[in-house]
């Protein structure tokens, strides 16, 4: 068995003991996209009902939503790992632009499950994927909820030094290959720190944990994400092409809910208002936490979720 073979194989088994830890049963696909689009891979959770789309963030592994998933125990679950991420291949996202990957890779799997349709909950890049395809491929959602500020997709978004750092043209290559090395959890947990907050990091589960960490070993995984990163950012700001315009916001007509973390080092919520004030309909909840809220607080998160099922005439106002 060569070393990366070990080493999908220990996070494979990892995903399965998260996935017992909260009491879903999985099982996965890896499929390319038709019109010789990339590889994705999923993660299904059977149950009734109308299926939701999961999309995580940049870098971040699907089974990072099985806190927020265990509480929707009987609904029918997609979660996807994007081009290049965690199990699916590496991809060096320059083929095309990322915002028509974006829209292949979701209206893709829809296609490859055989659905017309499907609500989807996105945080951050999975956020910004979601809204790009509402746009460019308007009626195949029926619901969007994003947790977290959404990548690139508003203004005043800014990324972290660490981010800015591995995109840049020198030193990226110097970090993209140390993600490549072993090395202990505290230095994976302190880098989550950065992004998350240090009160998520310090309580997220070693088998979380490393659920984020290990896949970025693999071969061609760190360059992957290193590609896609430069792709979105120019020091620490988005490239224009990556941020959604007043216009586009408001030409978005799926409804849509932002659940926010308070303590969002991307962008506060205070400076989203306006932009999710665009989109027709939109709601904009404020919850604790930081860039993933239901690590913070699981409860709150599937509350709002639940309520965003309700027609809007029964739903709750959120600040």
Known sequence: MTTSTALAARIRATEHRVA?????????????LRDRGPTVRT???????????????????ALAFAPLLA???????????????????????????????????????????????????GCSLGGLFALWTALDAPGRYTRLVLLGAPATALPGTRATPAMASTAAAGRGRVDEW?????????????????????????AMSDDLLDLHRL?????????SYRALLRRLIQGRVPRPDAVLTDAELARIDVPA??????????????RARRSVAMIPGAHLAVVPGGHNPWLDDP???????TESDLPSTDRKHHA
């Open 71 to 121: 509480r929707f125990p009987d609904r029918h679950h997609l979660l996807i790992d994007l081009p290049g991420h965690h199990l699916a291949p590496a991809y060096d996202w320059s083929d095309r632009p990322v915002r028509e990957v974006a829209v292949a890779v979701l209206t893709g799997v829809l296609d490859e499950f055989g659905l017309a349709g499907a609500q989807l909950v």
């Open 215 to 223: 896949p970025l070993r693999l071969p061609g995984k760190a360059a």
């Open 178 to 202: 140390s993600m490549r090395l072993p090395s202990p959890r505290f230095v994976a947990r302190a880098a989550l720190a950065t992004a998350l907050g240090p009160e998520t990091a310090r």
């Open 20 to 32: 017992a830890t909260y009491g879903l049963r999985i099982t996965e696909r890896t499929f390319a």
């Open 257 to 270: 809910l932002f659940v926010w973390g308070a303590r969002d080092v991307f962008c506060p919520p205070d």
């Open 299 to 305: 409860p709150a998160c599937a509350e709002l979720i």
């Open 43 to 61: 993660v299904e959770i059977p149950g009734s009902g109308p299926p939701i789309l999961w999309v995580n963030g940049l870098a971040a592994p």
